[in-house]
């Protein structure tokens, strides 16, 4: 048994399962199927218990050393230390290709985002104006990026096909959705350009040395709470997508705000181009205008808190504590991905660089108060240290 950021690895009988202990947490990670199983406390000792019964004594013996347990429960706990996986084998996206770009005579402007170059041609003078205020900030006359990808955008009867090296990444699409899906794959491409060990659908931000890492669902409220932290002296990382590197730190990713309808009349007291900024749509059809990104971070900084936004109309104001498992299901409910698919020292990694870090949710109705909250934690953290 070893011990390391308070994570706690425990040998088991099957080759192909790894447990670890966190907090109240057992988290086991099959390598067979890539999936991850969470026991806490009294359910914890029992899995560990039948771990050491299971290659001596059946299942039914098992089920009778333990008369006042679930059956069903221990069945499955025998099942899966036994390697009778219910589970689905779990499968990652490959990253993207960069490709080839190819020169041509058309008129292109360069977007240049680290080591990037994105050079779009836009069809007419209109795109020009309703796209390239999106990426404006990221504009350079003398590109010098060593990686170039074209970004062109093709008439499909009514519809528009995204090309990025001349490579269609995207069936055809409305007019009105052509930036968020331009904004999404130039995102893409820029994290998954280095390496990785995880990323989230989370928003990042930094203040005084923290960097909080906000996973979420859709309609959590994540973006405008991001918008507000900012406003009120936090640095961003990135809004859409949190990646987290091998050493646990996080990748700033240098990316408008997609800010729905809903948010426009909450935010435009601080930020006012909220008002009179074009309107574009989103995969799911909903309004949205662009905010450009203001006090990015200009480098990588480990992570230092997990918290898990969820806005609820007239909710008191609430950050509570979570374990382990509660975490890792809501990194999984909010999505994400890794490199080159999962293993078993991927996910040690995963939890001693950002499940054994402070974790919580947060609820909120006011922004003011959520604020207010989290400036708070990090005071008490800072305090502690």
Known sequence: MTKNNDVIKFPLQSKALYAFAMDESLLVY???????????????SLFLQ??????????????????????????????????????????????????????DDLKRHYYQVEDIVFAIHYPNEAFYKHLHPVFEYLYTDNPTGKNMVSIDLVKCDDLWGIYLNNMLVETPITEARLATFIQEKMMTFTYQAQRYLLSMHAGSVEKNANVIIMPAVAESGKTTLTAALLHHGFDLFSDEVTSLDYEGTVHPLPFCMNIKEGSWKVLSSMYPSLNTSDVHGRYDGQNIRFLPPVNIHSHRQKASHIIFPKYTPNAKTTLLKITAKEALYKIKEAGYQVQ???????????LRNLVSLPKYTLVYSSLDEAIAVINTLLEESHVSQ
């Open 340 to 350: 080159e698919n999962m293993d078993q020292n991927k996910f040690e990694l995963i």
């Open 30 to 44: 099959s390598e067979d199927t890539q999936n991850v199983y969470g026991f806490e406390k009294g359910n914890a």
């Open 50 to 103: 039948i771990d050491e019964l299971i290659s001596n004594y059946s299942c039914e013996e098992i089920m009778e050393k333990f008369p006042t347990v679930d059956t069903t429960i221990v069945k499955q706990m025998c099942d899966l230390l036994s390697g009778k996986e219910t589970a689905d084998n779990l499968e990652y996206e490959s990253d993207r290709e960069f490709g080839t770009y190819t020169e």
